[in-house]
């Protein structure tokens, strides 16, 4: 029965996440059919940040008071709310405030999903509750945008199949949630607000994330427009699935590294990767742009996003949460202020342009940041960590 409770819980979050991007693949046509151009498309983009930020910053108490299971319901109406909105009124306008809400919902997930599937599980170890919140969550990231190619391959559209089918799984969700047990309510726990903070040695750590998900925001907001040139619109679902959902395949090697040595390999694989998904993408080589995505992902959701975790936590160990608050308030501004810029400019100078200037500033930023990062390993020596600081973390 815990098992049967914490697969319901991982359909739920696999839901919300797959809710994120399902429609990555239509913001080409979405833009065409307002008569808008790139930079447009990056704000609608973003508004998924402008989300997350208030719950992220000044409500992450609020699972101590009402419990876990209402924060998951809540976020699974917001994905139903978000998705049928952008089937309604098709738009970049309905796309922003889709993905704004689709940010709520996310980070009111984000931080009591490893703890309410530990508890469901019931389990002495956490290992297995941290695997299924992992796995689930980078499934969905990629999952939406995926199953939307499949559709428009067929017959291009701007209200796929796909939107509606995911109301369907998306109330399935909801049912299963419902039947679960909430965890009880400790008010006097934790405070609601938590500002982030940044102890000596995790600036490093938050600029890597920083630059890696950039690069995953200017694949889901920015390669369609430039596959659209190709007549490849229809498989940047895939690349997105590519760049999302298979990091994870690759943090059991992350564990087995140090935190310095992990977020260092994903930021030398980063800026390669995302050199032949710009080559791929300019040239027309979809294989070059779905192997540099997959590469990508195993920099940004494994190598860089566990070993940089990891490295805040255990220099944090006083202040952890606010710790994470900063590492993610790096994260999150990576994947929005980048990539705005960087649509602006494809507006300006064209894609090719455009990618050359996101390259060389990544490439610039990566060297900078490994040289950080070693000299602060040289300060502070470190022993190997395990994934359960990733029971702390987000998605």
């Not at 699974?76 to 089937?87: E, K, N």
């Not at 209200?159 to 995911?166: A, D, H, I, V």
């Not at 008010?187 to 950039?214: C, V």
């Not at 395990?386 to 029971?391: H, Y």
Request: charged share 5%; aromatic share 8%.
């Amino acid at each position: 029965m815990n098992r049967a409770n914490a697969i319901k819980l991982a359909f739920a979050l696999c839901m919300i996440t797959t809710a994120v991007n399902l429609q990555a693949p239509l913001y080409e046509a979405l833009a065409a059919r307002d008569g808008l151009g790139v930079g447009a498309t990056t704000l609608a983009f973003a508004c998924y940040v402008a989300g997350i930020m208030p719950i992220l910053l000044g409500l992450n108490g609020l699972a101590e008071r009402v419990g876990c299971k209402p924060l998951i319901i809540i976020a699974l109406l917001l994905c139903l709310v978000a998705t049928s909105l952008t089937l309604i009124v098709p738009g970049l306008v309905a796309l922003g405030a889709a993905r704004f809400l689709l940010g709520i919902g996310t980070a009111l997930t984000s931080a009591v999903a490893p703890t309410y599937m530990h508890k469901l599980l019931n389990r002495g170890g956490s290992s297995m509750a941290t695997k299924y919140v992992a796995t689930s969550t980078a499934l969905g990231f990629g999952l939406g945008a995926a199953v939307t190619s499949l559709f428009i391959f067929h017959t291009p559209s701007v209200t796929p199949p796909s939107l509606w089918l995911y109301l369907g799984a998306g109330v399935v969700a909801l049912v299963a949630v419902s039947t679960l047990k909430n965890t009880a309510p400790n008010p006097n726990k934790r405070a609601m607000l938590r500002l982030p903070s940044y102890p000596a040695g995790t600036l490093g750590y938050g600029l890597a994330i920083l630059f890696a998900w950039a690069t995953v925001g200017l694949v889901i907001a920015i390669l369609p427009s430039v596959l659209h040139s190709h007549g490849l619109t229809a498989w940047s679902g895939f690349a997105t699935f590519g760049i999302c959902s298979c990091g994870v395949l690759f943090q059991p090697w992350a564990r087995a590294l140090t935190p310095t040595h992990a977020t260092v390999l994903g930021l030398v694989i980063l800026p390669l990767a995302y050199g032949l998904i710009a080559w791929g993408a300019v040239q027309g080589m979809l294989v070059a742009v779905l192997v540099g995505a997959v590469a990508a992902s195993s920099a940004c959701y494994g190598f860089i996003y566990l070993g940089g975790l990891n490295g805040v936590l255990k220099i944090a160990e006083a202040s952890p949460t606010q710790a994470s608050a900063g590492y993610f308030l790096m994260a999150y501004v990576g994947f929005s202020l980048p990539v705005i810029t960087t649509g602006a400019l494809i507006d300006a100078v064209g894609h090719t342009v455009a990618l050359i200037v996101f390259g060389l500033a990544l490439l610039i930023g990566a060297i900078a940041t490994i040289s950080l990062l070693l000299i602060s390993q040289a300060k502070v020596p470190w022993k190997q960590l395990g994934c359960s600081s990733l029971e702390r973390g987000h998605f």
